[in-house]
C-alpha cells in the first residue's frame, strides 16, 4: 500500500503539489491554498501566476501539471481541492493518486490552518484512489510508492493520519475479499481469511462453526442455502470485547460466496457478479478487524452467515419449508432469495443468545434496491429514528451514502404463509421493504434497536469515480468505523 509521511522539512521536491480551490465568487478560476510549510523561492508566485493561463478552476480532483525543466521541482502540479472540506480532499487525494501514477514519490505542501478531518479525506482518498485487485502479475502497476504531506506542525495530524490509514486498509480488504473470484472464495476460504486477519489482533477472538454443528445448533437456513455445494456452510462469529466498553452492539453481513439462485437459476447475465453477493458479510467484517485495530471502547459481535447457493440434487427446493435458529419457519418459493434465509438465523441467533445493544444487518440483499435508488445509495431501514439519524450522520461523513426507507405496515401481511410461519418471498409488494420486513420478524424483543441495510447496488462500481475503483467498492466499512466510533 501507499507509503504516506507527515514532515514539516520536506526533502524530496521533484515532484510538488500545491492545492488550489476555487476564487471567491467565481466558478471558472482558482487561486492557491497557502502552504503551511516552506516552498522553494518563487514558487508560490508561479503557481498564482499559472492557474488563469492554464484555465484551472479548483474543483476537487482536478490536477494541472506544469513541466520545469532544470528547475526545482521539477514537476508542478496544481491540485483542486473544491470546498475544501473532508469530502472534496478526499476527492483530491483520489484525483492525484491517479494522476501520479507513473511517478515514484510526490510531495503535497498542506495548507496551514487545515482541519485534522480534512487530512484523513486526503489521505483516504490517496489510499482508496491507489487501490487495484489483480491475481498475479500486473504488468501495468503504478510506480507511486510514496506521498509525503507537507504541514508545519506535522503532530497535529498525526492521529488523523493513522485513523485514515486503519480505514483504508480495512475497506481494500473488503474489497479484495469482495472481488476474489468464488474459484479461490468458498465459505471455508473467506472463514480462514478472516481468522487470519484476526490473529494479528490481540483480544479479537474467532469462532467458526462448520456445517456439522450448525445442523445440530439448529441454523436450518444456514444448512439448507449451503446444502447444494460441494463447499459446505460456515458461520464465522467475531468478537471484540475491550475492558471499557459500555455498549455491546451485533453486525451481522450476508456472505453468499456465489450466488446461482439455486433451482430458481438466475440468467447468465445476473450470475456473472455473484462473487460480490458476500459484501455485507466483508463490511462487517472488516469494520470489527479496524475497530479492533484502532481500539475502539465498544464491544462488538459480529456474525457472519456463509453459503454458497449452488444447484445440485441436495440443493433445497422452491416450496421447502425451513426451520431457523430459534424455531421460526419459512416457506421459501424462490430459491433465489436466500441471503435472507441465512441473515434470519444469525438475527434469530444474536437476539436470543448475544442479547446486545444494537443490532445492525449489512447485505447485498435486492436488486430493487437499485431500482428505487440508483447504484450509489444503500437503503436503510428501521424502526429507531435515533439509531437511523446516526449512522445515516456517519455514512455521510465517510463518504458514502444511504437513505432512509418505510417499513410499511401496510406490507406485512404479504408474508403470510399457509404452510409457515414466514413467507420468505412474496411475490407482491416492493422487494427491499418486503425483505426487511421479513428480517425484522427474526429480531424478536430487539425490533426497536434494529437496523438493515440493503447495500447491493452500492457495493460494486462499474468505473472509477473519486476513491472509488472499479469494481468492489468495500461500501459500509467507512461508514460503520464512523458510526462506532461515535458510540465510545
Same mark, same amino acid.
Given at each position: 500500500?501507499?507509503?504516506?509521511?507527515?514532515t514539516?522539512?520536506?526533502?524530496?521536491?521533484?515532484v510538488?503539489v500545491?492545492?488550489?480551490?476555487?476564487?471567491?465568487?467565481?466558478?471558472?478560476?482558482?487561486?492557491?491554498?497557502?502552504?503551511?510549510?516552506?516552498?522553494?523561492?518563487?514558487i508560490?508566485?508561479?503557481?498564482?501566476?499559472?492557474?488563469?493561463?492554464?484555465?484551472?478552476?479548483?474543483?476537487?480532483?482536478?490536477?494541472?501539471?506544469?513541466?520545469?525543466?532544470?528547475g526545482?521541482?521539477?514537476?508542478?502540479?496544481l491540485?483542486?481541492?473544491?470546498?475544501?472540506?473532508?469530502?472534496?480532499?478526499?476527492?483530491?487525494g483520489?484525483?492525484?493518486?491517479?494522476?501520479?501514477?507513473?511517478? %515514484?514519490?510526490? %510531495?503535497?505542501?498542506?495548507?496551514?490552518?487545515?482541519?485534522?478531518?480534512?487530512?484523513?479525506?486526503?489521505?483516504?482518498?490517496?489510499?482508496?484512489g491507489?487501490?487495484?485487485?489483480?491475481?498475479?502479475?500486473?504488468?501495468?502497476?503504478p510506480?507511486?510508492?510514496?506521498?509525503?504531506l507537507a504541514?508545519?506542525?506535522?503532530?497535529?495530524?498525526?492521529?488523523?493520519?493513522?485513523?485514515?490509514?486503519?480505514?483504508?486498509?480495512?475497506?481494500?480488504?473488503?474489497?479484495?475479499l !469482495?472481488?476474489?473470484?468464488?474459484?479461490?472464495?468458498?465459505?471455508? =476460504?473467506f472463514?480462514?481469511?478472516?481468522?487470519?486477519?484476526?490473529?494479528?489482533?490481540?483480544?479479537?477472538?474467532?469462532?467458526?462453526?462448520?456445517?456439522?454443528q450448525?445442523?445440530a445448533?439448529?441454523?436450518?437456513?444456514?444448512?439448507?442455502?449451503?446444502?447444494?455445494?460441494?463447499?459446505?456452510?460456515?458461520?464465522?462469529?467475531?468478537? =471484540?470485547?475491550?475492558?471499557?466498553?459500555?455498549?455491546?452492539?451485533?453486525?451481522?453481513?450476508?456472505?453468499?460466496?456465489?450466488?446461482?439462485?439455486?433451482i430458481?437459476?438466475?440468467?447468465?447475465?445476473?450470475?456473472?457478479?455473484?462473487?460480490?453477493?458476500?459484501?455485507?458479510?466483508a463490511?462487517?467484517?472488516?469494520?470489527?478487524?479496524?475497530?479492533?485495530a484502532?481500539?475502539?471502547?465498544?464491544?462488538i459481535?459480529?456474525?457472519?452467515?456463509?453459503?454458497e *447457493?449452488?444447484? @445440485?440434487?441436495?440443493?433445497?427446493?422452491?416450496?421447502?419449508?425451513?426451520?431457523?435458529?430459534?424455531?421460526?419457519?419459512?416457506?421459501?418459493? *424462490?430459491?433465489?432469495?436466500?441471503?435472507?434465509?441465512?441473515?434470519?438465523?444469525?438475527?434469530?441467533?444474536?437476539?436470543?443468545?448475544?442479547?446486545?445493544?444494537?443490532?445492525?444487518?449489512l447485505?447485498?440483499? !435486492?436488486?430493487? *434496491?437499485?431500482?428505487?435508488?440508483?447504484?450509489?445509495?444503500? #437503503?436503510?431501514?428501521?424502526?429507531?429514528?435515533?439509531? #437511523?439519524?446516526?449512522?445515516?450522520?456517519?455514512?455521510?461523513?465517510?463518504?458514502?451514502?444511504? =437513505?432512509?426507507?418505510?417499513?410499511?405496515?401496510?406490507?406485512v401481511?404479504?408474508?403470510? @404463509?399457509?404452510?409457515?410461519?414466514?413467507?420468505?418471498?412474496? %411475490?407482491?409488494?416492493?422487494? @427491499?421493504?418486503?425483505?426487511?420486513?421479513?428480517?425484522?420478524?427474526?429480531?424478536?424483543?430487539?425490533?426497536?434497536q =434494529?437496523?438493515?441495510i440493503?447495500m447491493?447496488?452500492p457495493?460494486?462500481?462499474?468505473?472509477?469515480d473519486?476513491?472509488?475503483?472499479?469494481?468492489?467498492t468495500?461500501?459500509?466499512?467507512?461508514?460503520?468505523?464512523?458510526?462506532?466510533?461515535?458510540?465510545?
Amino acid at each position: 500500500m501507499l507509503a504516506i509521511r507527515l514532515t514539516a522539512e520536506p526533502d524530496r521536491l521533484d515532484v510538488l503539489v500545491l492545492p488550489v480551490r476555487p476564487a471567491p465568487g467565481d466558478a471558472t478560476s482558482a487561486e492557491p491554498v497557502p502552504a503551511g510549510a516552506m516552498l522553494p523561492t518563487g514558487i508560490a508566485d508561479e503557481a498564482a501566476a499559472l492557474v488563469g493561463p492554464a484555465r484551472v478552476t479548483g474543483r476537487a480532483g482536478q490536477v494541472h501539471a506544469q513541466v520545469r525543466p532544470g528547475g526545482t521541482p521539477a514537476r508542478l502540479l496544481l491540485l483542486g481541492v473544491g470546498e475544501a472540506d473532508e469530502a472534496a480532499w478526499r476527492a483530491a487525494g483520489a484525483g492525484l493518486v491517479r494522476a501520479t501514477r507513473d511517478e %515514484t514519490h510526490v %510531495t503535497v505542501a498542506l495548507p496551514a490552518d487545515l482541519a485534522p478531518e480534512s487530512v484523513r479525506g486526503l489521505v483516504e482518498g490517496l489510499l482508496l484512489g491507489s487501490y487495484r485487485f489483480r491475481l498475479g502479475d500486473d504488468p501495468d502497476a503504478p510506480t507511486l510508492t510514496g506521498v509525503d504531506l507537507a504541514v508545519a506542525e506535522p503532530d497535529a495530524y498525526a492521529q488523523a493520519v493513522a485513523t485514515a490509514r486503519t480505514t483504508a486498509e480495512m475497506t481494500r480488504l473488503a474489497r479484495d475479499l !469482495t472481488n476474489t473470484p468464488s474459484s479461490v472464495k468458498n465459505p471455508e =476460504w473467506f472463514a480462514a481469511q478472516v481468522t487470519d486477519a484476526a490473529a494479528d489482533l490481540p483480544g479479537l477472538r474467532v469462532r467458526v462453526r462448520e456445517p456439522e454443528q450448525l445442523a445440530a445448533e439448529g441454523f436450518g437456513g444456514i444448512v439448507a442455502v449451503g446444502g447444494g455445494s460441494a463447499s459446505g456452510p460456515r458461520l464465522v462469529e467475531m468478537d =471484540w470485547h475491550p475492558a471499557d466498553a459500555r455498549t455491546h452492539v451485533v453486525l451481522v453481513g450476508k456472505g453468499i460466496t456465489f450466488d446461482t439462485g439455486g433451482i430458481s437459476i438466475k440468467p447468465v447475465p445476473a450470475m456473472k457478479l455473484m462473487r460480490k453477493d458476500m459484501a455485507g458479510a466483508a463490511a462487517v467484517v472488516a469494520a470489527t478487524l479496524g475497530a479492533a485495530a484502532l481500539k475502539l471502547p465498544v464491544r462488538i459481535t459480529t456474525l457472519a452467515p456463509l453459503a454458497e *447457493n449452488m444447484v @445440485s440434487g441436495s440443493a433445497f427446493r422452491p416450496g421447502d419449508v425451513i426451520r431457523h435458529y430459534g424455531g421460526l419457519t419459512s416457506e421459501t418459493t *424462490n430459491s433465489d432469495a436466500e441471503g435472507r434465509l441465512v441473515l434470519a438465523d444469525a438475527l434469530a441467533y444474536a437476539v436470543q443468545e448475544l442479547k446486545p445493544d444494537l443490532l445492525i444487518d449489512l447485505a447485498t440483499l !435486492t436488486g430493487a *434496491n437499485a431500482v428505487a435508488l440508483g447504484t450509489r445509495i444503500g #437503503a436503510l431501514y428501521s424502526d429507531n429514528d435515533r439509531l #437511523a439519524g446516526d449512522l445515516l450522520a456517519a455514512i455521510d461523513a465517510a463518504g458514502e451514502s444511504a =437513505w432512509r426507507m418505510p417499513l410499511g405496515t401496510d406490507y406485512v401481511e404479504h408474508l403470510g @404463509s399457509d404452510v409457515a410461519d414466514l413467507h420468505s418471498a412474496p %411475490t407482491q409488494g416492493p422487494g @427491499s421493504v418486503l425483505a426487511a420486513l421479513y428480517l425484522r420478524e427474526f429480531t424478536g424483543e430487539l425490533r426497536q434497536q =434494529w437496523l438493515h441495510i440493503d447495500m447491493s447496488a452500492p457495493s460494486w462500481c462499474d468505473r472509477d469515480d473519486a476513491e472509488l475503483t472499479r469494481g468492489a467498492t468495500g461500501w459500509g466499512v467507512r461508514g460503520l468505523l464512523r458510526w462506532l466510533a461515535t458510540l465510545s
